[in-house]
């Protein structure tokens, strides 16, 4: 596997580099807020204080067309791919620090399951947001140099990542909804594959340490 880039064109069947906004403000607070975990990776969904600044207005107006949205982060230090997830929309991610994105198209699924091989890396630069489509499927982001760990906006449909709906398994996908609008592929040597999630990541469960 190589880490190519966020700004390189391979991006662009994933996502897309999302600027014109000032996300100066938003990444200060994150900062301020939120802890960096040396050894494990934390996400909240939603968090007042990085809500309550500027950029809000302009990702839930211009970005999400005026959509309900929440703004919460993911920090920690990390590695692995472990699973993958994906959205009925999309997410937009914004590094306070360098990031490395593990992601795989949702296309790839097959009977529930894609191997790890499809998956590839990209560099986003601190500082940078980035969209990824609904079809794109992620999970935490990983450090981009080993031992460093990293803060990164999460920006989704408000309700996005909170419990789970009751519902009667129509169909596999069903099976594979682990929160609402986050239907999960965990790899089998994870916690989440432990705690009951669907094991759909066959292959090895990547680790970048040795390419960082």
Same mark, same amino acid.
């Given at each position: ?18 600027? !014109? ?5 938003? %990444? ?11 050894? =494990? ?8 204080? %990085? ?75 601190? !500082? ?9 499927? /992620? ?45 999960? %592929?965990? /790899?089998?040597?994870? =916690? ?5 999630? /669907?094991? !759909?990541?066959? !292959? ?9």
């Amino acid at each position: 596997m190589k880490i190519q880039s966020v700004k390189d064109e391979a991006f662009q069947v994933y996502g897309r580099i999302v600027d !014109g906004y000032d996300y100066k403000e938003l %990444l200060e607070t994150l900062e301020a807020c939120s802890e960096k975990p040396a050894d =494990s990776v934390i996400y909240v969904p939603s968090v007042e204080t %990085l809500e309550n600044t500027s950029a809000y207005k302009d990702l839930q107006v211009n970005c999400y067309g005026g959509m309900p949205i929440q703004i919460g982060y993911c920090n920690g230090t990390n590695t692995m791919l472990n699973c993958f997830e994906y959205h009925r929309d999309s997410e937009i991610d914004i590094a306070a620090d360098d990031v490395i994105l593990l992601v795989a198209r949702q296309q790839d699924i097959q009977d529930g399951k894609i191997d790890s091989s499809k998956t590839e890396a990209f560099f986003c630069p601190k !500082g940078t947001a980035v969209e990824l489509y609904a079809t794109t499927l /992620h999970y935490a982001p990983c450090s981009a140099k080993l031992g460093e760990g990293f803060r990164v906006v999460i920006v989704l449909p408000k309700g996005t990542n909170e419990e789970k709906p009751e519902l009667t398994v129509k169909n596999p996908e069903d099976a594979m909804l682990w929160a609402a609008n986050k239907w999960l %592929l965990a /790899h089998k040597d994870t =916690s989440e594959a432990a705690d009951g999630a /669907h094991v !759909g990541i066959t !292959g090895e469960n990547i680790d970048i340490a040795g390419l960082i």
